[in-house]
């Protein structure tokens, strides 16, 4: 018994001297939280133009049944309405600056009294199945609604009309962000592991010695960490095939530009990260972690397209949004403008500048931490 009470006091003293041990613990839930809380714990209004041109009032009573409609997962409607003209909606539909529109025509209230049933025309994006099932739905709760105050016998026809022909199954466009996070993963992992190999060989350092500049010797570790992120993309490439059918081959033209900007952005981050911390340990933890979160908070399990508020505001800083729009844009055939809410040479830009906000400071402190001028 006092073998164990002081093996206990010994390890409980050499934690509170080292708690890093438990760091893992807190740091990787709490952001874990935040990022799920940020892209799925807040429910947001879809919204939606509504076009009112009935000459009669069963177009506002549908409006007010519509929109009226709450959602029990966030105490908040389904739908927030935009009331405006058919020239201006349309509009603001093209610019994805709304869901959908809801175009009620002038003779509704006289098809409904007149017996018959009456039609409304839905414009709704259906780039994504998980999307569009929504607008349906909810659409679909508020009609009811319209039913039960007026009457259930009567029909209410739904044109739709719809953005995309192709519908996408949220798994494929999930599936390709996977793609783009095995390349990024693999080429900083790369450059993590040899940098640190070197150093705990003791052969990092020997670059003091050169009397030349050593840049080379980290443009070629950048090539090497590119080369192995394309090995692990390649490999889920093929795994992504097997799953869902997509062939990424006859894409590559536009795939490859995104990718070597954006992994010109991470092996940079990876430089910095590994002059800058000691442990291989933490920084793999850090450097990984990063990625994953900007992963997620750049639109990889849906178009940053329905995004709004704080979510979207942080993927536009993010250069992941725009690559990752390239991407689907090649993969898929869509508009690969971030869903038409920012030019794509804005998108371009975007990226250049963060890879060179990366590469400077990355170079910088190569340069400073393993050369020694010589003379």
């Not at 991470?266 to 933490?282: D, E, K, R, T």
């Amino acid at each position: 018994m006092r073998v164990f009470a002081a093996e206990l006091r010994k390890l409980l003293l050499r934690l509170r001297a080292d708690p890093r041990s438990l760091m893992a613990g807190i740091i990787a839930p709490t952001v874990i939280l935040i990022v799920f809380a940020i892209t799925f714990g807040d429910f947001t209004s879809l919204k939606l133009a509504y076009v009112n041109e009935d000459r009669g009032t069963q177009g506002a009573v549908l409006e007010r049944s519509i929109f009226r409609q709450i959602s029990p997962l966030g105490d908040r409607p389904y739908f927030e309405e935009i009331r405006t003209d058919r020239e201006t909606a349309l509009e603001l539909y093209r610019q994805g600056r709304v869901n959908g529109v809801i175009l009620v025509g002038e003779r509704f209230s006289a098809e409904i009294e007149g017996g018959g049933d009456a039609g409304i025309d839905y414009w709704f994006n259906n780039y994504n199945t998980d999307v569009a099932k929504n607008l349906r739905l909810y659409l679909a709760e508020g009609i009811l609604d319209f039913y039960r105050e007026t009457d259930p016998a009567l029909q209410i026809r739904v044109e739709e009309v719809q953005n995309v022909e192709t519908q996408l199954p949220w798994f494929h466009i999930i599936a390709v962000a996977v793609f783009l996070l095995a390349f990024l993963l693999g080429a900083m992992f790369d450059m993590l592991y040899l940098l640190y190999g070197e150093k705990s060989d003791g052969t990092l350092y020997e670059y003091r010695l050169s009397p030349g500049g050593i840049w080379t010797s980290l443009l070629a570790r950048m090539t090497v960490a590119l080369l192995a992120g394309a090995v692990t993309a390649g490999v889920n490439a093929v795994l992504l095939y097997a799953v869902t059918g997509i062939s990424l081959t006859a894409c590559l033209p536009g795939l490859i530009p995104p990718l070597l900007l954006l992994g010109i952005t991470y092996v940079c981050f990876a430089v910095i990260v590994a002059l800058l911390v000691s442990s291989f340990s933490g920084a793999a933890v850090f450097a990984m972690a990063s990625a994953v979160v900007i992963w997620f908070l750049s639109g990889a399990t849906a178009s940053i397209k329905y995004a709004t508020g704080v979510l979207r505001a942080i993927a536009l800083a993010l250069p992941n949004t725009y690559g990752l729009s390239q991407i689907r844009g090649a993969v898929f055939h869509t508009d690969p403008s971030v869903g038409g809410i920012l030019g794509a040479e804005t998108g371009w830009l975007v990226m250049l500048a963060y890879a060179l906000a990366a590469a400077v400071p990355a170079f910088y402190l190569y340069g400073k931490k393993l050369s020694r001028a010589v003379g």
